[in-house]
């Protein structure tokens, strides 16, 4: 992961899966809102993973081929410093890609830096993008929502992936270091991982494009 060397294909994940497309902004009609406050069970482990915090609440776009009885790939879009779920996601046309390949789709909001005009961010690494709120768990937080949709949906357990720009690409990197267990897949643009390599230590590799 250090070195960002392993190449996408592994996870069985293609480029395909994350065409860019700046001009689409078409956000997808087919949502759910989660809020839930109990705990998630983790059907893959016999940890049990806290809820997704009800002040931090999130949309699953199903795409029309969706049938319950066959695992999905998710996707979890990570927006950058300042910016939205929504506009990371309309910016790099993942509304229609994740439609066309049949893939769940999330794209949830970091939390609001007082300190700098309210924008939001994620707690990702020490080189970005916290500041003083170094203390907001987001690693936690998004492996919440990944439990979550995977007990509302049937999510393949071997193709979860995240994609993250700039603050964002960080926070991907993050989740592939504290969850290669359950991450199988990340796509970085203007991210980076840790400086130092010996911060990372995931327990099995994870594919990084």
């Keep these: ?12 994940f293609s480029a395909a899966h994350l065409s860019v497309d700046p001009t689409n902004a078409e956000a997808g009609d087919d949502t759910t809102t989660s809020t839930a406050a109990d705990t998630t069970d983790n059907a893959d482990t016999d940890e049990s993973i806290p809820a997704v915090p ?26 950058g410093y300042g910016a939205t779920g929504a506009v990371q996601t309309a910016y ?11 893939m769940l789709l999330v794209a949830p909001d970091g939390t609001v830096n007082a300190e700098d005009e309210g924008k939001q961010f994620w707690n990702a690494t020490e080189a970005c993008c916290g ?21 509302d949906y049937n999510v393949d357990a071997n193709q979860i992936f995240l994609a993250g720009h700039s603050n964002g690409g960080f926070m ?3 989740m592939a270091c504290d969850h290669a267990d359950v991450i199988a ?3 970085t643009i ?20």
């Design 185 to 187: 897949g990340i796509v």
């Design 1 to 12: 992961l250090a070195r960002a060397e392993v190449v996408a294909v592994e996870a069985g």
């Design 54 to 79: 009800a002040d931090r609440p999130y949309e699953v776009q199903v795409p029309a081929s969706y049938d319950e009885s066959e695992p999905a790939p998710l996707l979890v879009v990570l927006h």
């Design 172 to 174: 991907s990197y993050r």
């Design 131 to 151: 500041g003083p709120d170094y203390s907001v768990d987001d690693s936690g937080y998004l492996r919440s929502v990944i439990a979550e949709v995977s007990t």
């Design 92 to 102: 790099l046309g993942l509304t229609d890609t994740a439609e066309a390949e049949g």
């Design 190 to 209: 203007a991210g980076a991982t840790y400086d130092d390599p010996d911060d990372c230590t995931p327990s099995e590799p994870v594919a990084v494009l």
